[in-house]
């Protein structure tokens, strides 16, 4: 999922925002730099927002619950490299000369509409993820039903483990499947 993707209340943003710019762990603060919410645009917020909760690593689980489940509602699947890259600017249109009163009308080309090709349907996990994904990579390494430390499906799927949480929690709540945690390990109960 790309950043362009997401639709969010820009409003609730602003208020995580503020709320992770003041999230302490105690009496300091979590973040080292604070993240500007006054003058900057949605696109540019949200990634700073992200960016800022991908840095956090183990500090992460120490955020208050509502700017975990706002980001893992929001952001837990974007990829910033792909939002990142700079798209190409069109070219801008040349003028053309305005044609003459004298000039002959040519005759207009009949183009027939040609169909629009069908994109394939996407290949999805176990768990319904679209394959390559980190989400996808979790939902293997979860479904083994080997216990698994979410430090070790943070390392093998690339995901954070504000994101490896997330990920589990949304697999209990939408996808309805039974995950218990023993030890600081997960496990599917199949």
């Known amino acids: 999922m790309e950043l362009k993707e997401v639709t969010i209340n820009f409003d609730e943003l602003k208020k995580m925002a503020k709320a992770l710019n003041e999230a302490e762990v105690d009496g300091t603060l979590i973040l080292g730099k604070k993240l500007k919410t006054i003058a900057v645009g949605k696109e540019a917020l949200a990634e700073a927002f992200i960016l800022a909760i991908r840095e956090l690593d183990e500090k ?17 699947d974007v990829d910033l490299e792909k ?27 009949t183009a027939t509409p040609t169909p629009k090709a069908k994109k394939a349907p996407a290949e999805l996990s176990c768990f319904g993820h679209k394959l390559d994904s980190q989400a996808a990579k979790l ?14 499906l943070s390392k093998k799927s690339g995901r954070s483990l504000l994101g490896v949480k997330g990920h589990i929690k949304h697999l209990i709540t939408d996808r309805g499947l039974k995950i218990e945690e023993k030890d600081g390990a997960y496990k599917l109960v199949k």
């Open 83 to 109: 939002a990142a890259e700079p798209e190409k600017a069109a070219e801008p249109e040349k003028a053309t000369p305005k044609a003459k009163a004298t000039a002959t009308p040519k005759a207009k080309a």
């Open 139 to 152: 939902d293997e390494l979860i479904n083994l039903g080997k216990p698994i430390t979410a430090e070790d």
């Open 60 to 76: 992460a689980g120490d955020l208050p619950e509502e700017i975990i489940d706002f980001y893992n509602d929001n952001f837990a």
